[in-house]
């Protein structure tokens, strides 16, 4: 069987775990040969990496522009070796916007491309449809309510991978001695904004309740030195590797969590959690201006009612954030029921398969056309 010949781009920590889970089950079933741009994950499903998912790591429109010449050239760099290497397709997850200047140059040039996990149209600014309906062959969301949005956009839903990562709820066994977990977020920028409020949502928290102790999940271990140092003297435990986040918070008695992906990982192992998040004065603005749902926390997205505390931009203080989570970890039983409530809306098992079958099957179909 002639190998599949892939460009995957990922661009961040959940990104690079979702396309190494998608990369494995490709492989399980056909030769693929891959490579582009991802983190430690999907190395180890065999990606022949020519940039690091880290290098785009940026969030937030002012972020993003203090940075558009460095990631032009990077966007330029992955177009130019895409059409030297001359893949059957392109399998371009997350980052949305770097992604849709990638996708409009590769099918310039003939390379059909697929985007996996596409803006979040049905939050804000739902005219950005069109703009991605043209410049790609096809997309895969994760939610079974993202269909609606992409209506007459060739789109598949393949369901959200945690369902197979976290089987089942894990809860320490001794609640009252267990430590918290703090997630700052895996990008650069989120680590400046959200380790000085962990910092002192700790304090507070080790005054209530001394020798409980922190635990930090690490994306990036290059960022190892930085999270010790910036949130001493808590003396965090660090916890490595691309589970990192099921690790630190199946372990902990709560957690402190930046809206995200991890927010979901959290309520599937039933932990407590206040999910909170900071971004740049000008570019909250614009957002909350643009944001068509009352919600940011993905568990309460996708219940539609504030399940999980948010604790939002000014909001999100330190102080503020231990008294939430001491109020959420009086409840822990919240936490298990929220887990059940928040299982059935991410699909049934099987979403990393489903993925690999949709593209094995797209390269299929295009060969015999």
Known sequence: MTPVRLVISAAEASADRLGGAVLDALRSSRPVAASGMGGPRLRSAGLQAWHDASELSVVGMVEVAAELPRLWRLCRSMVRRA?????????????PDFH???????????????????PAVWASRPGRVR???AAVDRMMVLFPFEMAAWKGVPVDCVGHPLVDQIPA?????????AP?????????????????????AAEVLDDREPGRGF?????????????????????????????????????????????????LETALLGCPQVVYYR?????????RRLKIVPHWALPNVLLAERAVAEHI????????????????????????????RVRPRLGPPGAAQRAAARIAAFVDHREAA
């Open 180 to 200: 918290i977990a703090l997630l700052p977020g895996s990008r650069r920028g989120e680590l400046a904004r959200h380790l000085p409020v962990l910092k002192r």
């Open 169 to 177: 709820p894990r809860r320490p066994p001794d609640l009252d001695r």
């Open 131 to 133: 703009r991605y309906a």
């Open 215 to 263: 635990v930090v999940p690490v994306a990036d271990p290059g960022l190892r030195d930085r999270i010790f140092r910036e949130l001493d003297p808590v003396r965090p435990t660090l916890v490595d590797g691309p589970d990192a986040v099921s690790v630190a918070v199946g372990q902990s008695a709560g957690a402190l969590v930046a809206s995200g992906t991890a927010t």
């Open 313 to 340: 931009q000014d909001a999100a203080t330190g102080s503020q954030l231990a008294h939430a989570l001491v109020e959420a970890m009086a409840r822990p039983d919240d936490a298990l029921r929220l887990a059940g």
């Open 279 to 287: 971004l740049h004065p000008l570019t909250y603005a614009v957002a």
């Open 83 to 95: 059409i030297a290497w001359r893949p059957d397709v392109a399998v371009l997850i997350d980052a």
């Open 100 to 118: 849709l200047r990638m996708a409009r140059s590769l099918r310039r040039a003939g390379i059909p491309v697929i985007l996996f996990v596409p």
